[in-house]
């Protein structure tokens, strides 16, 4: 029993070293300053959006970067995250642009998502939106 834990905690320190190794090979010159922080709305967005949307390009959803790329309103494009049919029914014209534009498909709802978490997502749709215009 003794010998297997000892294997084991050679083993897990064997792994860890080789995994760090690789880090850094594959993080380039300075590996220290590329640390990548993972943004909360980045995680949202591969959870829940990424199926169906790119940012910068189109799938069966449009691109995300219409947001900022076409200056909807923030309170609009909430609204649509998190009832798009509520929106669409209203008879809100530009819900219904979208809609038609898309083929009717059906964007499902989100209303689990927080003030907080569509912020989040926003933030991260905007910055990786930036990243590709520079
Ligand atoms: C099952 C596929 C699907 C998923 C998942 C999905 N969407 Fe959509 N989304 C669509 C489609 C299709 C449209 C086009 C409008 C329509 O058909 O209702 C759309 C439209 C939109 C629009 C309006 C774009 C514009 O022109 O202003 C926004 C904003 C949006 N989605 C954000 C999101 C976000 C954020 C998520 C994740 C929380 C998400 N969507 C998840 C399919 C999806």
Redesign the pocket.
Known sequence: MKGIFKLYLILSVFFAAACQSSKNRTSGASPHKEKKEIRPGEV?FKQ??Q???GINEDK???A?K??FSEN?KMQW?KK??VN?QQLIQSGDKLANA??KK?H?????E?KQ?SEKQLDE?LKHIKLEYEKKKQ
């Open positions: 949202i829940q959006c199926v169906c949307h069966s959803g449009p995300l219409v947001i909807r494009v649509f995250i798009s979208v809609y898309y009717e498909s059906y964007m499902p989100f998502l997502l």
